[in-house]
């Protein structure tokens, strides 16, 4: 069971900000498997994770989103945190970036303020999630459908509420990536753009 990420490769999308349990979390999950998580982020460098309020861990970037293609991996986990969604979702590279994992049919997992990436990259119309509730709103804004779950699958898509959440939303996001491709995530996303 601790290699079924073997030879698979995760994108991690986050910038200063980001909420670091749920980088470093999400992060173990896959190497605890055999995967290869990398870190994405707007510029090279090191990110500043956060507890809440507080400064935490820095964290070493392993490529910008300008040089980074989605070809090159098998799946992209978003952490949230308020700061770090709201500055990747005014990056053209980042919603790009994004975008194309859901053109592909790969499985993306987003937690807590995440999907306000995916809702800039308008991959959001016709489908069920969850996030940090004052997400709500804007998820139907944008054409979903928010629920109340620990943790919630929709072709492809894994989406939880909190850190709390995370044991759910780690197993989830290894299962989805195993599986591979998602025909229906790409069908959806080819029609969302679209309307």
């Excluded at 053209?92 to 499985?107: H, L, W």
């Excluded at 459908?145 to 995370?166: A, F, I, Y």
């Amino acid at each position: 069971m601790a290699n079924r990420l073997q030879d698979k490769r995760v994108a991690f999308v986050a910038t200063d900000g980001v909420e670091q349990v749920e980088l470093t979390e999400p992060w173990k999950a896959v190497e605890a498997e055999g995967g290869k998580p990398e870190l994405i982020s707007i510029e090279s460098g090191e990110i500043q994770g956060f507890n809440h309020l507080d400064k935490a861990d820095k964290f070493s970037v392993d490529r910008s989103a300008e040089d980074a293609k989605a070809d090159d991996y098998d799946g992209l986990v978003l952490p949230g945190g308020v700061a770090n969604p709201d500055r990747l979702r005014t990056d053209e590279n980042v919603v790009r970036f994004v975008r194309a994992f859901f053109e592909a049919g790969k499985p993306v997992a987003v937690i807590c303020h995440g999907p306000w990436t995916i809702i800039e990259a308008d991959v959001v119309r016709g489908r069920t999630l969850t996030s940090w509730p004052s997400l709500e709103t804007d998820i139907r804004n944008a054409g979903g459908e928010w629920v109340d779950e620990e943790v919630h699958v929709d072709n492809g898509l894994v989406t939880s509420r909190k850190p709390d959440d995370l044991p759910a939303f780690c197993d989830k996001l290894v299962e989805e990536i195993c599986e591979g491709r998602h025909e229906q995530q790409a069908l959806q996303t080819a029609g969302a753009g679209t309307a």
